[in-house]
């Protein structure tokens, strides 16, 4: 089993920036293929980012591209999400996800997530 954790979040003013982290919390011999997604209460599951195993190839939902960045530290069995320039709409709870080889946007395609950290933007 791969157990993920994030952590990073908190609340924060329009403008400012965080840096979300994911760790696996078991060490691995291979590399997983990460996502970031992100839900607010009463809306539906949105993809934030992903990136590939080998962290050559980046992906990022449509509101976030040029604002936030993918990257992975393999040593550490971490992703990070940093997030610049943070909007109120960014308000959400954020999810990593871990699969053998997909960081696309489609949810249903990853095996393993963690339990969440809470982003919240103010105005």
């Known amino acids: 089993q791969v157990q993920l954790v994030e952590s990073g979040g908190g609340l924060v003013q329009a403008g400012d920036s965080l840096r979300l982290s994911c760790a696996a919390s078991?060490?691995?011999?291979?590399?997983?293929?990460m996502g970031w997604f992100r839900q607010a209460p009463g809306k539906e599951r949105e993809f934030v980012a992903g990136?590939?195993?080998?962290?050559?190839?980046?992906y990022y939902g449509d509101s976030m591209k040029g604002r936030f960045t993918i990257s992975r530290d393999n040593a550490k069995n971490t992703v990070y999400l940093q997030m610049n320039s943070l909007k109120p709409e960014d308000t959400a709870v954020y999810y990593c996800?871990?699969?053998?080889?997909?960081?696309?946007?489609?949810?249903?395609?990853?095996?393993?997530w963690g339990q969440g950290t809470q982003v919240t933007v103010s105005s």
């Open positions: 078991e060490r691995t011999a291979s590399t997983y293929a």
């Open positions: 990136i590939s195993n080998s962290g050559r190839s980046s």
């Open positions: 996800a871990a699969d053998s080889s997909y960081s696309g946007p489609r949810a249903l395609e990853y095996d393993y």
